[in-house]
């Protein structure tokens, strides 16, 4: 089976950057559909970027409204690896965040279901503090 390993997590300051990282351990060709959630204290588990894999051209990202423009989602075929990058972080980016992945590809796109993906990592927390 697919496993998956978040790392990156760190205590940083507002209008800082962090990059999460998210290893597959396993069967990465079954993951096509590679997705960044996270979670604040108090509140559901919110699906914030995606990256669909695509055969014949780019792979295709999805960004929620929160982080567009700020966060950037890629994948690293050779190291088995997805990445979050953040930047001009803000203190509502405070969250516990997971990696996902689903074997459909269409579950990258809105509306994300959390029921669509299949593994999940143990998450990385993120503190944004002034």
């Known amino acids: 089976g697919v496993k998956l390993v978040e790392s990156g997590g760190d205590s940083v300051q507002v209008g800082g950057s962090l990059t999460l990282s998210c290893v597959i351990t396993?069967?990465?060709?079954?993951?096509?559909?590679m997705a960044w959630f996270r979670q604040a204290p108090g509140k559901e588990r919110e699906g914030i970027a995606t990256?669909?894999?695509?055969?014949?051209?780019?792979?295709?990202?999805y960004y929620d409204d929160s982080v567009k423009g700020r966060f950037t989602i890629s994948r690293n075929y050779a190291k088995a690896t997805t990445y979050l990058q953040m930047k001009n972080l803000k203190f509502e980016d405070t969250a516990m965040y997971y990696c996902?992945?689903?074997?459909?590809?269409?579950?990258?796109?809105?509306?994300?279901?959390?029921?669509?993906?299949?593994?999940w990592g143990q998450g990385t927390q993120v503190n944004v503090s002034s």
């Open positions: 396993e069967d990465i060709y079954s993951s096509t559909c």
């Open positions: 990256l669909e894999s695509v055969r014949s051209g780019a792979d295709a990202a």
């Open positions: 996902a992945s689903a074997f459909f590809g269409g579950f990258c796109r809105p509306p994300l279901v959390r029921g669509n993906f299949e593994y």
